[in-house]
Each structure stands twice: as C-alpha cells, then as structure tokens.
C-alpha cells in the first residue's frame, strides 16, 4: 500500500515579481524519508519550503502536505518549519519560548526540545535576542523537535553549529526518524553534513528540479571515469562550496546506465550534485520513487 | 553494550563498519550471546547515520546469523565469532607477546613485525580467491 506522501508537487510554480523562482516543480517525498534538499544559491530552496510552509502561496501547479495543500489549516500541527532566519520573538528568554512552545501545541514534548538545548548548554534564562547565531539554531530546532510534527522543514538547519553541535544535532533529529517515522525535508550548502545521514536527494537549480530519488539509486545509476583513464579527475580537493566545481566533476558521466569501461566508480554525494550543476544541458533524473502519484502526473513526467 | 563510531569518508560504507564493529566485538568476546545490540535510535542519535543504514548492518548481521531481531524487544547476539579470546586462546597470546618481545629485541619496527606475522597468517589461512596481499615482499630472510 502506498501512503500519502509527506509532500508532493504537481507542476508548481511560483514567481517574485517578474521572474520565477520555482518553475514546473514534480516531485513525491515519501513518509519517513530524510530527504536532502540542495542547490547553488538562489536555487530556489528557500522559496520551496517557505511555500511548503504554507507562508508563499504557489501561483502555479499546487504543493500538498500529507495530501492537504499547503496552507490548509488542519496540517499546521502536523508541519514544522525552521527559516533562515531563526524567527524568533527576540524579548523572550529561552525559557519563555519553551513554555511558549508547550501552550500552543497539543503534543508538545518537552524532552525532545530540552535534549537539543541540554548538550550545547544554552542558559534558558537569556533572551533569543542575545544568543549567539548558533545558538538561536539550537533553539529554532529544539522548538521545531518539541513540536513533535510528522514533517519538518529545515532550512540550512546546521549552517551556523560547530561540527559536535551537527553531528549531535542531526543525531537527534534522525532518532524522530528511527522512533516515530517523522519526516525531514532539509536544505544545506554542504553535501558532506548530508552524505551519511540523508536517504533521498532533491537537487534544484534555477528553479528546476534537476534531480529527485533515493540516495543509493542516484549513486548507483551515475559513473565516474576511471581515475587511470584520467589522472587529473581524482585530484581535486573535497568540500567545495556548490558554486565552485572541482576539475573531476567535469568529467562524471552523466548518462545513467551507459557507462563504458573507462567509467566504473560510483560518485560520492558531491561528485553527482556538481556534475550535475556542472552540466545544465544534462537530462533531469527524477526516479520514479519521487515521482507524483496522481496518473496524469506520471505521464507528464515520463513514467 | 556496543557504542558504533562511524568514519566519513573513510572508503568503508557505514553500514560496512557497523557489520564490522559489530563482528570485532564478537570475535574479541565485547558481545556475548543473549547480549543486546543499541536500538536504530540509539545509533542514530549518536552517529547521525540515517536510520535505513543501521536497518541495513543489522539485517546483514542477521542475515549471517549472528543475531536475532525479536519484535519489540530489541535485537540479541545469537552466535559469537571465532576464538581469539577464549581461555584457550590465552596460552597462545602469551606466546605471541614473548614472540613479539624477541622481534623488538631483534631490532624490528612495528611494521616489520605486522608484515612478518600477516605474510604467515596468509600463508597458513590462505583465502578462497584473492591472492595474499602485499605483505610477502616485506618478508625478512
């Protein structure tokens, strides 16, 4: 049987001003996944989840939380969403924001939100406005986690956490996974935070999604050349930002399942990601794991 | 109980190193049977691997027989691996520790005497298809 998905986009769209940030978006992201969602600047990530969030209206295509669009009133328990920003009421003690958090939602749990806090020892009597960049993170997170909702939309939810905050921080965050099936939705610059801990990748670039499916099917269907064949592949550096191509990306096959027998290694997470930013004539990978339920959807994306 | 620490980028799959973590503990007698293994949870919160990776080790490990997931209640060793640290085992690693003490005294580093003692492991284990790994060159006469 086949459940609602936690989100799904048919043919979305959505414009600021005069251009159009999102463009003809389809893709399913089914329950329980971990879904990684990355892109080069001004990709378009942020607008995806603001919209997923309900708080930008698609003016295109329609967007759907757990099978309700997004918006609707009856999935705002269910949703929880962290910005860019850390929106929070900067008067309010850390404390406040807690008991803040336990008054407005019904399922609140208060160890999952204190368990964030407690290992990064954020003082609870300081005001959100006087925390540091980081620590406003934590607390953004440990709001979202006691909310107990079955998708959260994290954007860039461990860009400004040092590396024990992250590992610590996604540990937490994955366990919802493990213990309640809650499913993640979360942007970031840098692949190597996502490499072990995402199972679905959504590449968008300018707007357009580029690539969608299950991590270890996008891995295994893409080929790099064989570093003998091609010395200077292997040699560039790890950790680029999204914007900067190292030398071997230019080289990863992209023609999926028609590799030669000068391309043998499966691509890291990284490699695949800039290969494709790389190559912006290369055909769209949508598995069909991540396609769109609805039958009419599927033919238009090819099924 | 077992605590899993996964290396990125370490050529190794995670759910490689965990199936190996795991078999190391059994072999050096760390995990009895009847003893129990972390929950998916408990893994992922402290390695921040994705949940389906600790699935995949366990059901590996399973799949060897090595452990039995019972529903609800957790998963258990069922089988321990070899013998490296059974009583029986413990004359042999005394006569090892003296073997390696006269190599040192002999004037060996540390990597002579691991390539010494892997060129005979493979020579008297030697396995199914793969050829022995480099260690032969380095043999001393």
Known sequence: ?303 | MIEYHVRRRSGVPAYQQIVQQTEQALRLGHLQVGDKLPTAREVVAATAVNPNTVLRAYQELQRAGLVESTQGLGTFVVRVLGQAENSAAAGLREELTAWVGRARNAGLEREDVLALTASVVDREFPLADEPAPGAVSRERP
Not at chain 1, 159 to 185: C, F, I, K, N, Y
Request: hydrophobic content about 45%.
């Open chain 1, 1 to 303: 049987m086949i459940t609602t998905p936690a989100v799904q986009a048919v043919g979305l769209g959505v414009r600021r001003g005069r251009s159009e940030v999102l463009h003809d978006c389809r893709f399913r992201i089914p329950r329980g996944a971990v879904c990684g969602l990355v892109g080069p600047n001004g990709a378009g990530k942020s607008v995806l989840l603001a919209t997923a969030a309900g708080l930008v209206a698609p003016d295109s295509g329609r967007l759907e939380l757990l099978g309700r669009p997004v918006g609707d009133a009856a999935n705002r328990p269910r949703i929880a969403y962290v910005d860019q920003n850390r929106s929070l009421y900067r008067q309010f003690s850390v404390q406040r924001l807690l008991r803040l958090g336990r008054d407005l939602n019904p399922g609140w749990r208060p160890d999952a939100a204190e368990e964030v806090l407690d290992a990064a020892r954020i003082p609870v009597r300081a005001r959100a406005g006087s925390l540091s960049g980081g620590q406003r993170t934590l607390v953004s997170l440990a709001l979202a986690r006691g909310k107990a909702a079955d998708v959260l939309l994290l954007d860039e939810p461990l860009s400004d956490l040092d590396p024990l905050a992250r590992r610590r921080t996604m540990g937490l965050l994955l366990a919802d996974v493990a213990e309640r099936g809650a499913t993640l939705l979360l942007s970031s610059h840098v692949l190597a935070d996502l490499e072990e801990s995402i199972d679905h990748l959504l590449l968008l670039d300018h707007g357009r999604v580029r690539l969608a499916g299950p991590l270890p099917e996008l891995l295994a269907a893409h080929r790099l050349p064989d570093p003998l064949s091609v010395p200077a592949a292997r040699s560039a550096g790890v950790g680029a930002p999204a914007g900067s191509v190292p030398a071997r990306a230019h080289r990863v096959d992209l023609l999926p399942g028609d590799a030669g027998p000068d391309h043998t290694e499966a691509p890291t997470l990284e490699e695949l990601v800039l290969a494709y930013l790389h190559h912006p004539g290369a055909p769209d990978w949508i598995s069909p794991a991540m396609r769109p339920l609805t039958p009419e959807t599927c033919e238009a994306v090819g099924a």
